[in-house]
């Protein structure tokens, strides 16, 4: 069968079956949507739009979608069946992260005069520590498409309390912050108790970040999202 034939294939199947064109979206084998996997868990794509530490739309992010490996998404879905159970779910921030989206973060890094969403993100500290201090590097793991930033939300309430916002650049956004209340710290537990259970490591300056332990890639993917 040609690819023009497969593709006409693909196409009727959508058309007869309601299936979304983007399910059959160009991603590299290994890869798929989030949402095809697993479409009870919320998504907001910062990087998609301005509401975020660079203060823009960020290269590499052409619509609000998620994107992960197989393997990542599938070990989420379990994550998220396993907090239904505890009155919780998932709400999920950023996942693959194109290079060019890396490189941006360092550029903007690199600008001094761009101080427009310091008191917002990273009131504390000077943006020139950003990249040597843990928080923004020119190599991200969120590149191999297997890392996710989120966050928890009760079920039928919203996101939970857990003591900063995503992206919050500061030493209040650690695991085990001081910091922060008893609650929003047993919050940040909750979330990281359930995704050590689904195979996530996590990143202890980042309450937000995790890391699947047996990522099927070590090289960093520079495809958009779209």
């Known amino acids: 069968m040609t690819s023009l034939s497969r593709l006409k294939r693909f196409l009727c199947l959508a058309l007869l079956f309601s299936i979304p064109l983007t399910a059959f979206a160009d991603l590299p084998e290994g890869f798929v949507y989030l949402k095809n996997v697993d479409a009870t868990i919320e998504t907001d794509v910062r990087?998609?739009?301005?509401?975020n530490f660079?203060?823009?739309k960020v290269d590499g992010y052409q619509a609000k979608k998620i994107i992960l490996?197989?393997?990542a998404a599938e070990a989420l879905k379990k994550v998220q069946a396993d907090l239904k159970t505890q009155g919780y779910a998932l709400k999920v921030f950023d996942a693959y992260r194109p290079q060019r989206a890396v490189?941006?973060?360092m550029r903007w890094v690199r600008d001094r005069n761009d101080q427009k969403t310091k008191s917002k993100?990273?009131?504390d500290i000077e943006k020139s520590t950003l990249a040597g201090g843990g928080y923004i590097s020119g190599r991200s793991s969120h590149?191999?498409?297997s890392t996710v930033d989120l966050t928890l939300v009760k079920l039928g309430k919203g996101e939970v309390d857990m003591g900063t916002k995503f992206d919050y650049f500061g030493p209040e956004s650690s695991h085990n912050s001081s910091q922060v209340t008893p609650a929003q710290r047993a919050n940040r537990q909750r979330l990281r108790s359930a995704m050590s259970r689904g195979g996530f490591a996590s990143y202890h300056k980042e309450w937000w970040h995790y890391s699947l332990r047996n990522t099927p890639f070590s090289?960093?993917?520079?495809?958009?999202v779209k």
Do not use: L
Request: glycine fraction near 8%; charged fraction near 20%.
């Open 47 to 51: 990087y998609a739009t301005s509401s």
């Open 54 to 56: 660079v203060g823009k």
């Open 69 to 71: 490996t197989r393997r």
């Open 103 to 105: 490189n941006h973060f």
């Open 121 to 123: 993100y990273y009131p």
């Open 143 to 145: 590149s191999r498409g």
């Open 219 to 224: 090289q960093a993917f520079d495809f958009p």
